[in-house]
């Protein structure tokens, strides 16, 4: 139940699930990131610890940079507090998720895009991981077009007064609080995979998400949280093995369509006052699959559109975190969706 009191290429899809089913556990995004090409008259600006490079500070490296530069930072852990703002078209790559680390040092938050009053605008993150810090592992506020593309944030990301964020193939987790969260922003999470948090992802204030082809797994309470006057839209996403898949609440208007939402305590639960257009979803959960919210939530049955359905997904090994649809799995061909959720079915599996 909802705990009131307390980001699709088809090779990296199949490589998170293939991950996925050895490990027991999500994968992490592509482990390397090849430096993007660099614009006429654009500099590249290396950091190293071993003072290889211009740099040996993140941080300097930043400060230093101008429209267009790219920031490639080297294999090492930083223990160090990251801001960028007041900067515009800079993009800052790290040569993978597995030796790059931003650990933070004196401040909530590893690191943040956009400082009060300052913004940032069309800044690039790829190829690093950013670890959290007094609770929080990565701010971004008042700015626009902000692109993470195979980050690893371990801990909360939480963004506020921010347009044009696009989160794609990045994982999300360990947060004792909420995976990803937003406020009066608009954003886009596509491809990723939300893991272990109290809430994966959470949709408030004014703001406007899409989330699409993501899996959002082992939520401790909801994986999907819309509430206040957001706008949320849910599309081929794979929720499941959490405390329940996705709750609406307050004034909010959503829409959710091909999205699997199985293997939860519960599947939906919506307030009298929100409005949620469903279509195309299967459901398979341990108890209710539609609740209306209240203390406590009462099953609503009469809540279920013609085209949902309630059907066994037939993942390949769900228990070791396999999400993956099998070959003979009833969710495909459905509608115009020619499979339900975040990852494609395999061929040739039992």
């Known amino acids: 139940m909802f705990g009131l009191h307390a980001v699709r290429p088809l090779i990296l899809l199949l490589a998170v699930s293939w991950l996925t089913a050895c490990s027991g556990k999500p994968a992490a995004p592509p482990l390397t990131s090849a430096p993007p090409p660099v614009l006429d008259g654009a500099r590249t600006l290396i950091v190293a610890l071993d003072g290889s490079g211009q740099y040996v500070s993140i941080q300097e490296a930043i400060d230093a940079a101008r429209k267009g530069d790219v920031v490639h930072i080297k294999a090492g852990s930083y223990p160090e507090d990251v801001t960028v703002h007041s900067k515009e078209r800079l993009k800052i790559v790290g040569d993978g998720v597995d030796k790059v680390t931003i650990l933070g040092r004196n401040r909530v938050g590893s690191f943040h895009i956009g400082k009060w009053p300052y913004g940032a605008t069309n800044i690039e993150i790829s190829g690093l991981t ?11 506020f008042n700015g626009k077009g902000i692109v993470l593309r195979n ?9 506020q007064q921010v347009q044009g964020v696009r989160i794609e193939q990045c994982s999300l987790g360990g947060s004792e609080t909420t995976g990803v969260q937003f406020a009066d922003s608009q954003a886009v999470l596509a491809d990723n995979v939300i893991h272990d948090n109290d809430h994966g992802v959470t949709v408030a204030g004014k703001s406007d998400v899409r989330l699409e082809r993501n899996v959002i797994t082992r939520s401790l309470f909801e994986g999907v949280v819309v509430t206040d006057q957001a706008r949320a839209v849910l599309i081929s996403n794979t929720i499941v093995k959490n405390g329940g898949g996705a709750v609406f609440l307050g004034t909010s208007q959503s829409e959710a369509a091909g999205n699997i939402i199985g293997l939860n305590a519960a599947g939906i639960t919506i307030a009298p006052s929100a409005h949620v257009s469903l279509s ?28 949902d359905m309630r059907e066994d997904p037939h993942f390949v090994n769900p228990t070791d975190g396999d999400f993956r649809l099998r070959a003979d799995s009833p969710l495909q061909k459905v509608g115009n969706f020619a499979y339900l959720g975040a990852l494609p079915p395999v061929s040739g599996t039992p």
Do not use: C, W
């Open 280 to 307: 195309y979803n299967a459901f398979y959960n341990s108890k209710e699959d539609y609740l209306r919210s209240g203390p406590p939530p009462t099953p609503a049955p009469e809540l279920k559109p013609q085209s």
């Open 130 to 140: 950013i670890q959290e810090h007094g609770g929080l592992a990565m701010g971004i």
């Open 151 to 159: 980050v690893l944030v371990n801990g909360m990301l939480f963004g």
